[in-house]
């Protein structure tokens, strides 16, 4: 049953967000000075910190969507006295009161991979930004929806997607020497065909797995160059419609913290109920799961925020013929909304 967070957990998260967002501008600031700019991506507006470090171009720190609740942040960030150091203890002591709350926390192993990327700028909260996807996106998205889900899923798979077309800002190093910097044994999984490179990374003799995927039209089951990562990524098919809208969050553990990208909620489930209907016979199991994970969100996202949803499934009907039915099909196999099953046939 899905349960939603008591008031102080959502309070603890707002802040401990916000707190993430201005350290990111903090630490720069402190070495180097800069200013807040506007700045459109994919015809949006956004506001960002930009500096210049030291022999290099200048760089960007996302801080949100240009509207009033992001200009009080830019406000409350020029109004800073604290220290790096009691900043970062402060943002610790959040993120461990908002676990005991009931938000969820990373697991160590995966959340290192994870604040790894974050460090190398693959990454990084943004639009056009690589963005966090599968089981772990969906177990975060929790907090950002202020839920706790009927079980937080298990996975060895993390899975990170950027689009094929944009890199905002070219990371400090490619994906593959991001995970061997972390010293954990990662190699490259060998693709079937032996003259396709990889995409996929595997810790040997353990099941931890880390996917790099990217955009698709559905006909290209090749892997493709993608700009952010630097290397190869596997396209898949409905992935520009997950990517277009995304939202950051505080992804977490005892220790480590990290400001990471996911997709907006409405998209994450609607692209698990097409992802769903494209899966191989082989993979069934999993197609269950994007059901599973696809009804929940809608469960509680049809309750908060319907015409969101509207708007969401209109754009993703418009994608193609076969979108609708793929829709329907995924809906008879699951308990899902009467709201959102009304909007389809609609």
């Known amino acids: 049953m899905i349960q939603e967070l008591s008031l102080t957990a959502q309070t603890l998260y707002a802040e401990l967000l916000d707190q993430v967002l201005a350290l990111g ?107 966090l996807v599968g089981t772990y996106a969906y177990n975060l998205l929790g907090n950002v929806l202020g839920v706790t889900w009927p079980s937080n899923m298990r996975t060895q798979d993390i899975d990170v997607a950027a689009d094929i077309h944009i890199a905002v800002e070219k990371p400090d190093m490619t994906a593959p020497e991001a995970l061997d910097q972390l010293r954990m044994g990662f190699l490259p999984v060998p693709q079937l065909r032996h003259d396709n490179p990889s995409t996929s990374f595997k810790i040997r003799g353990k099941q931890l797995t880390v996917d790099l995927l990217t955009t698709g039209n559905g006909n290209n089951e090749k892997p493709v160059k993608v700009p952010l990562f630097q290397s190869e990524a596997m396209p898949l098919q409905y992935m520009s419609f997950l990517l277009e809208e995304t939202v950051p969050t505080v992804a977490f553990d005892r220790k480590h913290i990290a400001l990471v990208n996911v997709p907006d909620p409405i998209r994450f489930a609607i692209h698990k109920l097409l992802v769903s209907q494209i899966r191989p016979m082989a993979f069934r199991a999993k197609a269950a799961k994007d059901i599973e994970q696809a009804s929940t969100i809608l469960d509680v996202c049809t309750d908060q925020s319907p015409d969101l949803v509207k708007e969401a499934l209109d754009k993703a009907t418009a994608l193609g013929s076969k979108v609708e039915r793929y829709l329907v099909n995924a809906c008879q196999k699951a308990d899902m909304p009467d709201e959102f099953m009304a909007m389809i046939e609609g």
């Open 25 to 131: 501008v903090a630490e720069p600031m402190s070495r180097t000075g800069g200013s807040f700019i506007r700045k459109t991506v994919k015809n949006k507006p956004y506001v960002y910190f930009q500096f210049r470090e030291l022999g290099r171009a200048y760089r960007q720190v996302f801080i949100g969507p240009d509207n009033e609740k992001t200009q009080a942040l830019v406000d409350r960030i020029k109004d800073r006295n604290e220290s790096l150091a009691e900043q970062e203890a402060r943002i610790m002591d959040l993120a461990r009161a908002f676990n005991a709350a009931g938000g969820y926390a990373m697991d160590h192993t995966s959340m290192k991979v994870i604040k790894g990327f974050a460090d190398a700028g693959i990454l990084r909260p943004g639009a056009g930004q690589a963005t």
